[in-house]
Nanobody
Framework: QVQLVESGGGLVQPGGSLRLSCAASGIIFRIRTMAWYRQAPGKERELVASITSSGTTNYADSVKGRFTISRDNAKNTVYLQMNTLTPEDTAVYYC????????????WGQGTQVTASS
């Protein structure tokens, strides 16, 4: 049974930082491209960042230079370090694995809420 469990969200002031974690089970994690998505209220879910099995990363233009995706294959965990957060980053953040054509592979987990507000 596949499980994707996100954690690490919270309330932070604009300009602050958070580190999200996604623990995966039931998948061959080391071979998978992993990705972080987010969904803000009233908006569609959007791709934030991805990392291939070999460590190649890609980012949405809105987070380049501020967010860093990484992975620990020994722990079956993918991370998202988020710096210089703005209110526009407020959303529920989710992780998933991607196919070779960029489609998500698994059902969504519960996500973790990130709120950047003063």
């Amino acid at each position: 049974q596949v499980q994707l469990v996100e954690s690490g969200g919270g309330l932070v002031q604009p300009g602050g930082s958070l580190r999200l974690s996604c623990a995966a089970s039931g998948i061959i994690f080391r071979i998978r491209t992993m990705a972080w998505y987010r969904q803000a209220p009233g908006k569609e879910r959007e791709l934030v960042a991805s990392i291939t099995s070999s460590g190649t990363t890609n980012y949405a233009d809105s987070v380049k230079g501020r967010f860093t995706i990484s992975r620990d294959n020994a722990k079956n965990t993918v991370y998202l370090q988020m710096n210089t957060l703005t209110p526009e980053d407020t959303a529920v953040y989710y992780c998933n694995a991607l196919t070779t054509v960029g489609a998500t592979l698994y059902s969504w987990g519960q996500g973790t809420q990130v709120t950047a507000s003063s």
